[in-house]
């Protein structure tokens, strides 16, 4: 059944729902600023930076004033009272970046109808599927109304040092600092190590690059075969991610990787390490735990939906 069908009235607000414009900016900023339901997607790209991407879509209704004499002679733009950003970085998979609703009697029928308008246009593209980390609460009784299912759950781990177990890093592999040029194949190696929406593109680690402490590329016999990115806050660093290529797991990889990290870490007084993997991702746990992270027991929902 399609999203605009799922609650009722919502196929009635489908005039109120269009893409967004340059001119909107100012409105989406400030739904970021005081919506009651707001949702944003941590990545690389400030929420407004999506605008440039094609997929904001924006809720509007006409101002209480809209049936008055100058209004019918001259008319009056409607006021943006909602927004919601789709983005996909890279195809097949799409993630819900923004989104903004009022705090009235038609919020869900205006989240209904905007993930329909953006829906709608990923069906146009090589978009497959479409997630929600849900890093807010309110989502979670919704989204299932609108035909998501939770397929996954992330949980945080933490480590309180920089120590690293002894370890000897195989002979053939060699760590050092990321290359712009070095980005197509680490795409590939996401291609081959991950399913579709945990990957990065190599615009998207471009981007990374240009924001991170520490970014590295591990070389075997002058082969790429895995990397890593972190991010810095105060004494914290976060281990954003390490991915290694499929062929090499169990070689050593990311064991000298992680520890090349956290020696890095040391160059920027870290004092704390986090980092985030999906519940089921048995192997990084049994690496991150080698290591002596333990986990928080603080977990976020992923919420899918396959376009048909």
């Given at each position: 059944?399609e999203?605009?069908?799922?609650?009722?009235?919502?196929?009635?607000?489908?005039?109120?729902?269009?893409f967004?414009?340059?001119?909107?900016?100012?409105?989406?900023?400030?739904?970021?600023?005081?919506?009651r339901?707001?949702h944003?997607?941590?990545?690389?790209?400030?929420p407004i930076?999506?605008?440039?991407?094609?997929?904001?879509?924006?809720?509007?209704?006409?101002?209480?004033?809209?049936?008055?004499?100058a209004?019918?002679?001259?008319?009056?733009p409607?006021?943006?009272?909602?927004?919601?950003?789709?983005?996909?970085?890279?195809p097949?998979?799409?993630?819900?970046?923004?989104a903004?609703?009022?705090?009235?009697?038609?919020?869900?029928?205006?989240l209904?109808?905007?993930?329909?308008?953006?829906m709608?246009?990923?069906?146009?593209?090589?978009?497959t599927?479409l997630?929600?980390?849900?890093?807010?609460?309110?989502?979670?009784?919704?989204?299932?109304?609108l035909?998501f299912t939770?397929?996954?759950?992330i949980e945080?781990?933490?480590k309180?040092?920089l120590?690293?177990p002894n370890?000897?890093?195989?002979?053939?592999?060699?760590i050092?600092?990321?290359?712009?040029?070095?980005?197509?194949?680490?795409a590939a190696?996401?291609?081959?190590a991950?399913?579709?929406l945990?990957?990065?593109?190599s615009?998207?680690?471009?981007?990374?690059?240009?924001?991170?402490i520490?970014?590295?590329?591990?070389?075997?016999?002058?082969?790429?075969?895995?990397?890593?990115?972190?991010?810095?806050?105060?004494?914290?660093?976060h281990l954003?991610?390490?991915?290694?290529?499929?062929?090499m797991?169990?070689?050593?990889?990311?064991?000298a990787?992680?520890?090349?990290t956290?020696?890095?870490?040391?160059?920027?007084?870290?004092?704390?390490?986090?980092?985030n993997?999906q519940?089921?991702n048995?192997?990084?746990?049994?690496?991150?735990?080698?290591?002596?992270?333990?986990?928080?027991?603080q977990?976020l929902?992923?919420w899918?939906?396959?376009l048909?």
């Open positions: 059944m999203i605009a069908n799922q609650w009722a009235g919502v196929a009635n607000l489908k005039a109120q729902t269009r967004a414009t340059g001119s909107d900016k100012r409105d989406i900023v400030r739904l970021l600023r005081a919506s339901y707001s944003v997607h941590l990545d690389w790209r400030p930076d999506w605008l440039e991407q094609g997929g904001f879509v924006v809720f509007t209704q006409q101002p209480t004033n809209a049936h008055s004499l209004v019918k002679l001259w008319g009056v409607a006021e943006v009272q909602a927004c919601l950003a789709v983005g996909a970085d890279p097949p998979a799409a993630w819900v970046r923004v903004c609703l009022p705090h009235n009697s038609q919020t869900k029928q205006a209904a109808a905007m993930l329909h308008e953006g709608e246009m990923l069906r146009t593209t090589a978009v599927h997630g929600w980390l849900a890093t807010e609460p309110w989502p979670n009784d919704w989204l299932p109304q035909g939770q397929s996954y759950e945080t781990y933490y309180e040092d120590d690293t370890l000897k890093p195989p002979r053939e592999l060699h050092r600092r990321a290359h712009p040029d070095d980005m197509e194949q680490l190696i996401e291609v081959a991950f399913a579709p945990w990957r990065h593109s615009d998207g680690l471009r981007l990374v690059q240009r924001q991170v520490s970014f590295d590329v591990a070389e075997w016999d002058g082969r790429l075969v895995g990397f890593q990115f972190s991010s810095l806050s105060g004494p914290n660093a954003a991610r390490i991915t290694v290529s499929p062929t797991q169990g070689a050593g990889v990311g064991s990787l992680l520890a090349h956290l020696r890095e870490y040391q160059k920027h007084n870290v004092r704390y390490v986090s980092l993997t519940t089921d048995y192997p990084s746990q049994a690496l991150y735990q080698k290591f002596g992270f333990y986990a928080t027991g977990r929902p992923v899918v939906k396959y048909e």
